[in-house]
């Protein structure tokens, strides 16, 4: 089965850094599009930062110059730099991406299981 087991997340105070890791395992062929997104309990879950498969990035406004997104193909990772933190900043980290298995097999988009980052004041 296929798997994204995110890691790296912590405590940090405001002006630290982290950096969360995504890893891919299973069969795999392919993998397209990267995402971290993040979630506080009772809001909706919204994207941080993605990355195509030809390193195109994106990010949300709030994280715009602070965090970096990067793909490893190799290694099937997906990492994201989490510089200069806000307490704003504390929630859920779930990475994302969509996956081929085999080579005429279809996209399917896969979730981690969420790794917590928690920034104090």
């Known amino acids: 089965q296929v798997q994204l087991v995110e890691s790296g997340g912590g405590l940090v105070q405001a002006g630290g850094s982290l950096r969360l890791s995504c890893a891919a395992s299973?069969?795999?062929?392919?993998?397209?599009?990267m995402a971290w997104n993040r979630q506080v309990p009772g809001k909706q879950r919204e994207l941080v930062a993605s990355?195509?498969?030809?390193?195109?990035?994106n990010y949300a406004d709030s994280v715009k110059g602070r965090f970096t997104i990067s793909r490893d193909s190799a290694k099937k990772m997906v990492i994201l730099q989490m510089n200069s933190l806000k307490p704003e900043d504390t929630a859920v980290y779930y990475c994302?991406?969509?996956?081929?298995?085999?080579?005429?097999?279809?996209?399917?988009?896969?979730w981690g299981q969420g790794t917590q980052v928690t920034v104090s004041s």
């Open positions: 994302n991406a969509n996956i081929r298995q085999k080579l005429w097999g279809p996209w399917s988009h896969y």
């Open positions: 299973g069969s795999i062929f392919s993998i397209e599009d």
């Open positions: 990355i195509s498969s030809g390193g195109i990035t």
